[in-house]
T-cell receptor, first 113, second 114 residues
Framework: ETGVTQSPTHLIKTRGQQVTLRCSSQ?????VSWYQQALGQGPQFIFQ???????GRGNFPPRFSGLQFPNYSSELNVNALELDDSALYLC????????????FGPGTRLTVL | AQTVTQSQPEMSVQEAETVTLSCTYD???????LFWYKQPPSRQMILVIR??????QNATENRFSVNFQKAAKSFSLKISDSQLGDAAMYFC???????????FGKGTRLHILP
């Protein structure tokens, strides 16, 4: 069974640029959730995708957007990067949108200069 | 809105001893789910234990157990026979069955002293 994977591991961007982060869900999972974890904080929910459609969103502006593909992998896109976007971005996969346990990937560390 | 509070930013425990991490939460819901996640330096968030609010029995997973006090909205994690590999950030988390997001506390960094 393949776990959740994310790419890239680290990324450095400058303010105003755009970034795409990728996540491959665990085998058999059809739901992906994205979280932002600022340094020294707990993760904060960005949004969730279920069967290729957004299925819930946290308090993040529209410049945070996502996609889910037919194979249930997912992308997180952030436009017009700001310094405060520097964080660890985690994705988690699960089966369904109920309270099934979410399994997390190792994260992508994004630094915005 | 639901909130999760972890009042201990850091804790230390001697190897082989027992330690308890505290967590309180606030919600108006009667049905919900609580979790403890562990995040080692590798950054990967690992589920330690899960508790359904409708269950009165406290969840247990090997050396890890919880003390779930629903009326007090308290959900503490007890680690018995602490091992060096237990050193990590521990996050308490809440999930409503009507929502898709997990709400995390700010975490407690646990140090294991050899």
């Amino acid at each position: 069974e393949t776990g959740v994977t994310q790419s890239p591991t680290h990324l450095i961007k400058t303010r105003g640029q755009q970034v795409t982060l990728r996540c491959s869900s665990q085998s058999g999972h059809n739901t992906v959730s994205w979280y932002q974890q600022a340094l020294g904080q707990g993760p904060q929910f960005i949004f969730q995708y279920y069967r290729e459609e957004e299925n819930g969103r946290g308090n993040f502006p529209p410049r945070f957007s996502g996609l889910q593909f037919p194979n249930y992998s997912s992308e997180l896109n952030v436009n017009a990067l700001e310094l405060d976007d520097s964080a660890l971005y985690l994705c988690a996969s699960s089966w369904g949108t109920s309270v099934d346990t979410q399994y997390f990937g190792p994260g992508t560390r994004l630094t915005v200069l | 809105a639901q909130t999760v509070t972890q009042s201990q930013p850091e804790m230390s425990v001697q190897e082989a001893e027992t330690v308890t991490l505290s967590c309180t939460y606030d919600t108006s819901e009667s049905d919900y789910y609580l979790f403890w996640y562990k995040q080692p330096p590798s950054r990967q968030m690992i589920l330690v234990i899960r508790q359904e609010a409708y269950k009165q029995q406290n969840a247990t997973e090997n050396r890890f157990s919880v003390n779930f006090q629903k009326a007090a909205k308290s959900f503490s994690l007890k680690i018995s026979d602490s091992q060096l590999g237990d050193a990590a950030m521990y996050f308490c988390a809440y999930r409503s069955p009507r929502d898709d997001k997990i709400i995390f506390g700010k975490g407690t960094r646990l140090h294991i002293l050899p």
